[in-house]
T-cell receptor, first 112, second 113 residues
Framework: AQSVTQLGSHVSVSEGALVLLRCNYSSSVPPYLFWYVQYPNQGLQLLLKYTSAATLVKGINGFEAEFKKSETSFHLTKPSAHMSDAAEYFCAARGSVGALTFGSGTRLQVQP | DTAVSQTPKYLVTQMGNDKSIKCEQNLGHDTMYWYKQDSKKFLKIMFSYNNKELIINETVPNRFSPKSPDKAHLNLHINSLELGDSAVYFC????????????FGDGTRLSIL
């Protein structure tokens, strides 16, 4: 069965600092991977997706993620954090019948 | 225009009642999903329909019954509500196949008293 692990349930950075949110997946076949963001009392918004076209994926709001098959990782980064980035972030992998398997989420706090 | 819309946004009800949540998408997608997010924010698939046909039915109590009258709608009916059903329920839709992303509604927060 597919699984997604997000290391760190809480990450706190200063405004302007690098954001790094970690995600590892387990899959016997190249997966389709996604990062979603959830703001309080809202649904999930797609940040970016990996579909094997390129290992470095650029998304919205300045985020990007790099797919590393050797490390089974798909970490999310942003060079400079903004206060508005504070939210819950979810890494997800798409299964064979289409459903997403989510990681447990990482809450990003941005300190002024 | 709202892409995936759920109603109601909040649902507060007593244990033992029956309630429904409705979902509609105007994206022209052929596949719709229900996910449950628990109090620890963990998200888990419940059901999925493709062209009105049930394709995913995870280990969910049979008190939960999804219904898809057409490709654009997927409703969730819950009988005999229990305290443990308190959660946020998200509807999502996508085009089936490949790396097509899922688009999510804003969720329905169900609270059982």
């Amino acid at each position: 069965a597919q699984s997604v692990t997000q290391l760190g349930s809480h990450v706190s950075v200063s405004e302007g600092a690098l954001v790094l949110l970690r995600c590892n997946y387990s899959s016997s076949v190249p997966p389709y991977l996604f990062w979603y963001v959830q703001y309080p009392n809202q649904g999930l918004q797609l940040l970016l997706k990996y579909t094997s076209a390129a290992t470095l994926v650029k998304g919205i709001n300045g985020f990007e993620a790099e797919f590393k098959k050797s490390e089974t990782s798909f970490h999310l980064t942003k060079p400079s954090a903004h206060m508005s980035d504070a939210a819950e972030y979810f890494c997800a992998a798409r299964g064979s019948v289409g459903a997403l398997t989510f990681g447990s989420g990482t809450r990003l706090q941005v300190q002024p | 225009d709202t892409a995936v819309s759920q109603t109601p946004k909040y649902l507060v009800t007593q244990m033992g009642n029956d309630k429904s949540i409705k979902c509609e998408q105007n994206l022209g997608h052929d596949t719709m999903y229900w996910y449950k997010q628990d109090s620890k924010k963990f998200l888990k698939i419940m059901f999925s329909y493709n062209n009105k046909e049930l394709i995913i039915n995870e280990t969910v109590p049979n008190r939960f019954s999804p219904k898809s009258p057409d490709k654009a709608h997927l409703n969730l009916h819950i009988n005999s509500l229990e305290l443990g059903d308190s959660a946020v329920y998200f509807c999502a839709s996508s085009i089936q196949g490949g790396g097509q992303p899922q688009h999510f509604g804003d969720g329905t927060r169900l609270s059982i008293l």
